[in-house]
Nanobody
Framework: QVHLGESGGALVQPGGSLRLSCVAS????????MGWYRQAPGKERELVAT???????RYADSVKGRFTVSRDNAKNTAYLQMNNLKPEDTALYYC???????????WGQGTQVTVSS
C-alpha cells in the first residue's frame, strides 16, 4: 500500500509564499508522475502541476510563473513552491501519485492553503 503525506499548508497574506511537501511511502515504480491538485469550496478538483520522474513538469495556466513543482526521487518527495499567492489560490491541495506501471493512482488527504488579509 502507498501512503502520501502532505504538509506545508497554512494561512498566508496575498503576495506571500508557501512550500508544500508530499512524501510517498510504500512500493512505488521507478517511473511515475507526482502532482498537485486543488479543490476550492463549491468547485471541482483541478490540476495545479505535475512532474515526472525525469523532471518534466506541466502547470495550470492560472499558476504559471508563480508556482514551481519539483521532486526528489531518492526521497520519493514532491514539492510545490507557491509565490505571489492570491486569494483565488485558497483551496485544499491534494498530492497525487500516478503509478501507471502498476496500474495504480493514489491521493493524499490534502493540506489547506488559505490566502487572506
Amino acid at each position: 500500500q502507498v501512503h502520501l503525506g502532505e504538509s506545508g499548508g497554512a494561512l498566508v497574506q496575498p503576495g506571500g509564499s508557501l512550500r508544500l511537501s508530499c512524501v510517498a511511502s510504500g512500493t512505488i515504480s521507478n517511473i511515475n508522475v507526482m502532482g498537485w491538485y486543488r479543490q476550492a469550496p463549491g468547485k471541482e478538483r483541478e490540476l495545479v502541476a505535475t512532474i515526472t520522474t525525469n523532471g518534466a513538469a506541466r502547470y495550470a495556466d492560472s499558476v504559471k510563473g508563480r508556482f514551481t513543482v519539483s521532486r526528489d526521487n531518492a526521497k520519493n518527495t514532491a514539492y510545490l513552491q507557491m509565490n505571489n499567492l492570491k486569494p483565488e489560490d485558497t483551496a485544499l491541495y491534494y498530492c497525487n501519485l500516478d503509478d501507471s506501471w502498476r496500474g495504480r493512482n493514489y491521493w493524499g488527504q490534502g493540506t489547506q492553503v488559505t490566502v487572506s488579509s
